[in-house]
């Protein structure tokens, strides 16, 4: 299965939504199947960590419990929650050919500071 960066991003702004952990069931959407929402939770928990939770998972499939942000998943998150900043990150990633969540971390970052260099006169450092 390959990895949906969009999905990805769809995963913590609904879990960032919420006033408490939630779980992996609050997560179905007509727009991704069971599979790929299991598959991707699971590499945020154990592997980006972007999300912390607890695996309850079955012989049925994987399933996760009292879903919630790390730190890392905040910041991850904070960088790529504008729509369009997203949109031109996927779009620059696209066109390099290749993207990591460090990568279109680094570059939604970089287009923030570029707005608030246009919007207050004050370049940061990139």
């Known amino acids: 299965m390959r990895r949906n960066m969009d999905l990805v991003r769809n995963i913590l702004l609904k879990v960032d939504q919420s006033d408490a952990p939630i779980d992996m069931s609050d997560l179905v959407t007509p ?12 590499m945020m928990v154990k592997e980006a960590g972007l999300l912390r939770g607890h695996d309850v998972s079955c012989m049925e499939g994987e399933d996760w419990i009292e879903l919630s942000l790390t730190w890392y998943g905040h910041e991850f998150l904070d960088s790529i929650r504008d729509d ?27 287009l923030i ?9 004050i370049m940061l450092s990139v």
């Not at 500071?113 to 006169?121: D, L, Y």
């Open 84 to 110: 369009e900043i997203w949109r031109q990150a996927k779009a620059g990633m696209s066109r390099a050919g290749g993207f990591s969540i460090d990568l279109i971390s680094d570059l939604a970052k970089g």
């Open 113 to 121: 500071k570029t707005q608030i260099a246009k919007h207050t006169g």
């Open 31 to 42: 727009d991704f199947d069971q599979k790929a929402i299991e598959y991707h939770v699971s």
